[in-house]
């Protein structure tokens, strides 16, 4: 398996659990084990609320009790929000994914557990766990709905996995101007400045030439951009010699 596997324990409301499921297919994570569902299994709530993740929930494994939900995983991250009294690494969401995106590759099982929304985990189920998730919320409002927490973790995942840039640029048909291009312009925006008469007094005339160029320099335009604003210009020339 190239994932982990997300199980939610005693989860309390179908809305919770499709909410979950929607989450995680969000990010590409497709197993999902459940422990001990308040409201039964299946839950058409939780299909509902699913809005195209249904295989998830027709796939999940369904459990009794926390320990045979991960019986066959090398690695169980537990993620709460308050001290237990164990002693446990604890690491926040990114570094956990990190972590389970490295012990995946090198072949080991990892789940993480998500408790029910009232409470979270008890001490028993944290207890099976190798390491702590704690995620830096408010700490005068630390409670996370358990699709929420679902979904900090599956981003992660996601973030540790897939070859996503962290910036880009949608170009819509267009690229970006050469040098030749943006040299054009300036020398075009200088030579009708000149003509009139914005670059004044004469001894400044240098310096604000050059602060024009530089302007031009820093604005990432494209080849539309830069015809656009030759266009404006030619329009503005013709306005004028109309109206002269």
Known sequence: MSQPVFVLVRPQMGENIGAAARAMWNFGLDRMRLVAPRDGWPNQKAVAMASGAGRLLDEAGLFGDTAAAVHDRTHVFATTARARGLTKPIVTPERAMEMAAEMIAAGDKVAVLFGPER?????????????????????????????????????EWRRQTADAPKERVEMAGTDWASTIEVEKLAE?????????????????????????????????????????????LRQMVRWKDRRD
Request: charged share 20%.
């Open 119 to 155: 409470a979270g985990l008890e001490n028993d189920d944290v207890a099976r766990a190798n390491t702590l998730i704690n995620v830096p919320v408010n700490p005068e409002f630390a409670s996370l709905n358990l699709g929420q927490c679902v979904l900090l973790l599956a981003y």
């Open 188 to 232: 075009h925006y200088e030579e009708r400045m000149t003509d009139a008469g914005f670059f004044f007094p004469e001894h400044k005339a240098d310096s604000m030439k050059i602060n024009l160029r530089n302007l031009w320099s820093r604005m990432p335009l494209t080849r539309a951009d830069v015809q656009i604003l030759h266009g404006m």
